[in-house]
């Protein structure tokens, strides 16, 4: 079992272990996949061992395992596919489940508008939301969940919140670590309430397979910006006063 594999099953079900899980036969399961009631898989393994990953693409010599592979949370949401159905009919299900998603995605972001950091695409100045934005972004949501994107990248993605968690982490990390390259970091942003961003985002990431790892926002955002902030550190002329209404600050 080579590090792939080895990662693949320490942290992913195959479709059958989920149908299972789920007290479903495997061709109840394909059926919820065919019609988009559940996120895909988020990693699918050839017959050759060749890896699709549902966000980096293509890995032809992985040597992994053949099979489906997805986050063990995806049972949440094949509860909630059930229920769906249910409630509104197999013909309504998935309109329902996309509401639902997008209009939870949208709360838990104008909740982290208020206590994480400002999202001024999506809210105004008051956290009234401007509509035309906050529509994009659920709906861009909603297209990655689909995929099995959030499978892959979310440490634990069975709740809307967790999901828009690690993504608005991720942005606000991205940003700042931006700023740092550009030598416009240490003059008005604090280090401490950073690394503490870092290390919220560490928790709420995936650790990413062997393959992915090197092209992952887990990298880019906790080894090498960590790093570069105590290179940064280290030198005489660093600082790094409280950003207002950082973290930090409030």
Not at 1 to 8: K, P, R, S
Not at 48 to 57: E, I, K, N, R
Request: charged share 20%.
């Amino acid at each position: 079992m080579n590090e792939t594999d080895a990662y693949l099953q320490r942290h992913y079900w195959t479709a059958d272990r989920l149908a299972t899980a789920c007290g479903l036969e495997i061709v109840q399961l394909d059926t919820l996949l065919a019609h988009g009631l559940v996120p895909a898989p988020s990693y699918v393994v050839g017959a050759d061992g060749s890896l699709q990953s549902a966000a980096f693409g293509d890995f032809p010599e992985a040597g992994a395992t053949p099979g489906r592979y997805f986050h063990p949370d995806t049972v949440a949401w094949v509860a909630r596919a059930h229920e769906a159905i249910a409630q509104e009919g197999p013909d309504a299900a998935r309109a329902t489940l996309e509401r639902r998603f997008r209009h939870n995605f949208a709360i838990a972001l104008a909740d982290l508008d208020r206590s994480l950091v400002r999202l001024p695409d999506s809210f105004d100045n008051q956290g009234a939301p401007l509509a035309a934005c906050l529509d994009a972004r659920t709906a861009d949501a909603w297209d990655a969940f689909g995929q099995g994107i959030f499978g892959l990248c979310v440490a634990s993605p069975a709740t809307e919140q967790a999901i828009a968690t690690k993504e608005i982490l991720q942005e606000a990390l991205t940003a700042l670590r931006e700023r740092h390259l550009q030598r416009a970091f240490a003059a008005d942003i604090d280090g401490a309430a950073t690394r503490a961003l870092i290390a919220r985002y560490a928790r709420a990431a995936m650790p990413f397979s062997p393959l992915e790892y090197p092209r992952s926002s887990r990298k880019r955002l906790v080894e090498d910006f960590a790093a570069a902030l105590d290179a940064a550190a280290s030198r005489p002329e660093s600082s790094a006063p409280h950003l207002p209404g950082s973290p930090a600050a409030t």
